[in-house]
């Protein structure tokens, strides 16, 4: 999924929310699709620019930014903009559409299931001249949302079979002086030097301990009854955000190779409870922002679940 993979790469740290969401950290093109995709998911009606401005006003977005987001978007094939008499609409595009759903289902499905191991390994093996530092710096973006991490200089690791995904990705981008196969580890190899040792596992605990935390609160105060629609927008928008970072970051290592008490599964259940608690009410602020331009279409946004139900438009 290169177009997914490049929209979901270079993702923040995380800090404290909901009471001051650090929404200047996400850029206006992605919290754009992110917004789209979480309130007009597989929805094909144009909605005008003005009301996407209003909405990523929301989150501290100039309206100067909001629209170069909308034209980066159109030149990249991800909106499609047209007129409507004197005002300018906008609607996701089929490619768009496509990078929403596999995103989204990638998103959505990290963490459901422990997944059984073979005991194999993948590995992809590059040497890409600087000179084309651009298509070695988008194979790495791709490979880490493949769930590879380095393990040496150009020796990449994952232990999944996702091997002939790589071998895409190469063609894609035409690389050629690189290749992708599959291999165990030998009896007798020091643990410094087993594959896992690729991935920093005390660093990525730290921060879905510091998730679980937060989000943990956000629940509590969302379950009470403590936030306002325009509050639940936002905090549902960078809950998300943070919670996507993890598929990237977390090699979804087998329970064979994890250390204890591993927080993943308490990290998800989490996030999908939250997300779903805000949902309503996020939704109903997403409603008011483009009613005030198109009553109309205004009543057809809503929310969809953790587990991609989408809830049906109020009457």
């Known amino acids: 999924m290169p177009v997914t993979a490049a929209l979901l790469a270079d993702l923040p740290e995380p800090t404290g929310w909901p009471d001051n969401p650090p929404t200047a950290a996400l850029r206006p093109p992605r919290l754009l699709l992110t917004l789209l995709g979480d309130y007009w998911w597989r929805r094909s009606e144009s909605l005008p620019s003005a009301a996407l401005v209003a909405l990523l006003a929301e989150f ?3 309206d100067s930014a909001a629209r170069a987001a909308l034209s980066r978007l159109t030149r990249r094939k991800l909106l499609v903009t047209a007129k409507s008499g004197r005002r300018t609409v906008v609607r996701l595009s089929g490619r768009a559409a496509k990078v929403l759903d596999d995103g989204g289902a990638q998103i959505f499905s990290f963490g459901r299931v422990s997944r059984p ?27 880490r949302w493949l769930g590879f ?13 996702h091997a002939s995904e790589v071998l895409g990705q190469l063609a894609e981008l035409g690389i050629s002086t690189a290749t992708a ?4 580890t030998v009896p007798g190899v020091s643990p410094a030097g087993l594959p896992q040792q690729a991935w920093d596992l005390d ?22 009854g403590q936030l306002s629609p325009d509050v639940a927008l936002v905090t549902r928008t960078r809950l998300m955000d943070e919670w996507r970072a993890f598929p990237e970051l977390d090699p979804d290592l087998p329970d064979e190779l994890l250390p204890d008490g591993w927080p993943r599964a308490a990290a998800r259940e989490l996030f999908t409870t939250t997300y779903d608690l805000l949902g309503p009410l996020a939704a109903h602020r997403v409603r008011q922002i483009i009613g005030r331009y198109s009553p109309e279409l205004a009543r057809f946004a809503t929310h969809h679940s953790s587990e991609l139900q989408t809830a049906a438009p109020p009457r």
């Open 117 to 143: 191991w073979d005991g194999m390994w993948s590995l992809v093996a590059f040497s890409i001249p600087e000179e084309h530092r651009a298509a070695r710096d988008s194979l790495r973006k791709q490979l």
């Open 203 to 224: 660093n990525l605990r730290a921060r879905y301990d510091h998730f679980i935390g937060q989000a943990g609160a956000l629940r509590e105060r969302t379950a009470a």
């Open 60 to 62: 501290g977005v100039s």
């Open 181 to 184: 196969f599959r291999a165990r």
């Open 149 to 161: 991490a380095p393990l040496y200089d150009g020796l990449w690791v994952s232990p999944r079979d």
